[in-house]
């Protein structure tokens, strides 16, 4: 099988990239200095693993390196990027590209935890396309191979997703063995951002394991699985490696950790108000998997103190059901509006958004930086994908 990732084996390593300006207006070149480090990156790990199995690098590493360059919105290495100019780091040099190339280690680290979350969630579709797992299941029944092509699917899977986060800190250590006072002070960061992320996924695992429906339970989450991982920490590592002060790495935190909850949010309403083709998932997907928002649990709570038990019922049945129609999900989610639950989080939405803001006014920031972080604000508000 060759999938679309393999030109990578066909290159080899590149050249590194060079780190582009820091103005808004260059945030495309940005994006693809990142998708440049993680091809060089990839295009020299391909070497070693052709020459372990030609099976495993067309089946497994192909279809891993096609999805960590073609896919994806470089959030976390951007907010490190970020991270590092607000604290003073250079814009360009030998010193920048560096610090944009432990950036990058990020998004195998992103890929590490779609994978897991897509075969722990049953989530058939990523980015538009089947999720791994289901890829790899086809291979299996295309194949005719002896055995559960989905138990096959799923453990290929979680392989791949195992050799992203040994490569991301291979990345990370690599992208700063000539920095290596900067590589220790970004190890607290670094190391916090992985234990923050598997607790996340484990108390969102657990709450709809139970049934949870408390407000603060889906808060919680957010902050150590989405809040933590998409913003703070990548702020914190960047602002670490330019030897940022604690005024200024408090302040980043703080701003991360709003908007990165924000960002949360904003995607539990895309669940149920995106459209498919921008989300590059199905409407409904999470309220299918059973993932306890919270939209949801507020909703439920309204529902509950207005006496409302068909509304309860309908809530209540939805929630995990995979046979959900269009036509269902629809239903809930007029029905989250008739609840004022939409309207509730559309106001904490705002709120985040005024308080990440704020913990930007009094810092020692960068200007730049400080402009571009608000901006990022904004567009995690009023984003459609």
């Not at 670490?240 to 002060?245: F, G, N, S, V, Y």
């Amino acid at each position: 099988m060759t999938t679309p990732g393999s030109e990578v084996r066909t290159q080899g390593a590149l050249e590194p990239p060079a780190v582009p300006c820091s103005s808004a207006s260059r945030e495309d070149p940005l994006r693809a200095a990142v998708t440049q480090h993680l091809k060089e990156f990839l295009g020299r790990r391909s070497l070693a693993i052709v020459r372990l199995d030609t099976d495993f690098a067309d089946e497994v590493f192909d279809r891993l390196a096609w999805f960590v360059l073609e896919g994806g919105k470089r959030i976390r290495p951007v907010f490190a990027w970020w991270g590092w100019r607000a604290a003073g780091g250079a814009d360009d040099g030998p010193e920048a590209t560096a610090a944009l190339r432990a950036a990058s280690a990020l998004e195998l680290v992103q890929a590490f935890a779609l994978f897991q979350d897509d075969v722990m969630d049953r989530s058939a579709v990523r980015r538009g396309r089947p999720a791994a797992h289901v890829e790899f299941a086809n291979d299996h029944r295309s194949e005719g191979w002896f055995g559960d092509p989905d138990r096959y699917g799923e453990s290929a899977a979680l392989l791949a997703a195992d050799l992203a986060l040994v490569w991301a800190e291979d990345m990370f250590t690599e992208a700063l063995r000539h920095m290596p006072d900067a590589r220790e002070r970004a190890r607290g960061p670094w190391r916090a951002m992985h234990t923050e992320m598997v607790v996340g996924q484990f108390l969102d695992l657990r709450s709809q394991a139970r049934s949870d429906e408390a407000e603060s339970t889906p808060l919680r989450v957010n902050r150590l699985k989405t809040a933590a991982y998409s913003a703070e920490r990548p702020l914190h590592l960047g602002a670490a490696l330019a030897d940022a002060d604690e005024e200024v790495i408090l302040a980043l935190r703080r701003y991360g950790e709003a908007i990165g909850s924000a960002y949360q949010l904003r995607d539990d309403l895309l669940d149920l108000y995106g459209e498919p083709a921008q989300t590059g998932k199905a409407v409904g997907a999470d309220l299918r998997e059973g993932k306890r928002t919270l939209l949801l649990a507020v909703g439920l709570r309204r529902a509950r103190e207005r006496g409302d038990r068909k509304a309860v019922e309908v809530l209540d049945s939805a929630i995990g059901d995979p046979g959900l129609t269009d036509a269902d999900v629809r239903t809930v989610a007029d029905l989250l509006v008739a609840l004022g639950a939409r309207e509730a989080v559309e106001q904490r939405l705002g709120a985040l958004l005024d308080e990440g803001t704020r913990s930007l006014a009094d810092a020692p920031i960068a200007p730049v930086a400080c402009e571009e972080l608000r901006r990022r604000a904004h567009g995690a508000i009023t984003r459609v994908t």
